[in-house]
Every structure is written in structure tokens, then in C-alpha cells.
């Protein structure tokens, strides 16, 4: 019903900038919640951010609070990832992911429908 595609991944300094997009497909998209998840190897997934159906609301995790910003635009039926200030630490594969329900947007097993992901990595 929704696939999701995400882009803007790649290598980065730290202290640089990367903005990451996820194309969601459907005619649907203003009825999902949308966030954003990252794993990075031999962790568990991890939220990172979230908005909800109109953008009216938005969660960050703790760690990204003031350096990143999650946006939407429902006429493009895109989201969008906003990274500043990167650190080592955020190397990750991040995931878009679309929540038709109205449970907790930090969980991941909330979300129903997953992008393959895009790989972020900050270099020191």
C-alpha cells in the first residue's frame, strides 16, 4: 500500500551537514504518521525523529535534539531529514517509516511500512 524510498545518505565530516529524503508512493501519504529510525551495526533500531499527519507535531530523540529537524510535504508525499553538526556517532543506516495507527511513534514495531534504508557515515 506505501513504499517508501529513502536518499541523501553518504559520507560526511563531522561537524557537516546532510539532508536525507524519503519518497513515499500511494495516494494515502497525508493519512500516515511518518519518522525516521537509524541502526547501526550490532545495535538494536533506534528512533530518531518523528511528525505527524498534518506536521503539526514532532518527537526527536534526546541525541539529535538541536541538530536535526524532521519535516514533511504532503504535496511531494516526502519527508525529509534534516542533519546538522554530525558526529562519528551517527553513523548509521537510516530508515524511513510510515504509521497508519495512533500508538507510540517512538516505537519501531508501531510503523507499517519500512524503506531499505540509507547509509550515513560520518568520518572523525
Known amino acids: 500500500q506505501v513504499q517508501l524510498v529513502e536518499s541523501g545518505g553518504g559520507l560526511v565530516q563531522a561537524g557537516g551537514s546532510l539532508r536525507l529524503s524519503c519518497a513515499a508512493s500511494?495516494?494515502?501519504?497525508?493519512?500516515?504518521?511518518m519518522g525516521w529510525f537509524r541502526q547501526a551495526p550490532g545495535k538494536e533500531r533506534e528512533f530518531v525523529a518523528a511528525?505527524?499527519?498534518?506536521?503539526?507535531?514532532?518527537y526527536y530523540a534526546d541525541f539529535v535534539k538541536g541538530r536535526f529537524t524532521i519535516s514533511r510535504d504532503n504535496a511531494k508525499n516526502t519527508q525529509y531529514l534534516q542533519m546538522n553538526s554530525l558526529k562519528p556517532e551517527d553513523t548509521a543506516v537510516y530508515y524511513c517509516?510510515?504509521?497508519?495507527?495512533?500508538?507510540?511513534?517512538?516505537?519501531?514495531?508501531?510503523?507499517?511500512?519500512w524503506g531499505q534504508g540509507t547509509q550515513v557515515t560520518v568520518s572523525s
Open positions: 500511494g495516494r494515502t501519504f497525508r493519512d500516515y504518521n
Open positions: 511528525i505527524s499527519r498534518s506536521g503539526g507535531t514532532i
Open positions: 517509516a510510515a504509521d497508519s495507527g495512533s500508538g507510540s511513534l517512538y516505537r519501531p514495531d508501531e510503523y507499517d511500512y
